[in-house]
């Protein structure tokens, strides 16, 4: 009795651990650049914040509810990248984002001060899709 109930014990014990494993397809990031001119930079209140828009069609009603977009700067020519939000210069830089759209925010990193529209830079724009 006790050699039949070990082997069911043991055909359990594997049947059990031959269960398949499943695996969710991963979806690749994208990776979008957009050079920003100063021009590109507007202000409405006398120079205290600026904004400007990245038209990005990738950003759909569904991935701009269900993905992820991570933005990056680089103000040396694309030798480093730093991530916003971001303060450079003693201007804070931060954003949103839409469907069809990234809006970018610059502003006295005292939240008080003037500032000059931000130089021509470059924004990497990371698109990471999720479930």
């Not at 050699?3 to 069911?8: E, Q, R, V």
Request: net charge neutral; aromatic share 14%; hydrophobic share 35%.
């Amino acid at each position: 009795m006790k050699k039949i109930l070990f082997f069911l014990l043991i055909g359990g014990a594997l049947f059990i651990a031959s269960c398949t494993k499943q695996y969710n397809e991963v979806n690749p990031n994208e990776t979008v650049y957009a050079n920003l001119k100063s021009t590109d930079w507007t202000t409405a209140d006398t120079s205290k914040n600026y904004t400007a828009t990245i038209n990005t069609p990738q950003i759909n009603n569904y991935f701009a509810t269900h993905g992820g977009v991570i933005v990056y700067f680089t103000f040396d020519g694309g030798k480093t990248y730093e991530q916003i939000p971001e303060v450079y210069n003693n201007v804070s830089f931060s954003y949103t984002y839409t469907a069809g759209g990234i809006v970018l925010y610059a502003q006295s990193s005292t939240g008080t001060g003037t500032i000059s529209a931000p130089d021509a830079l470059t924004a990497k724009i990371v698109l990471v899709p999720s479930n």
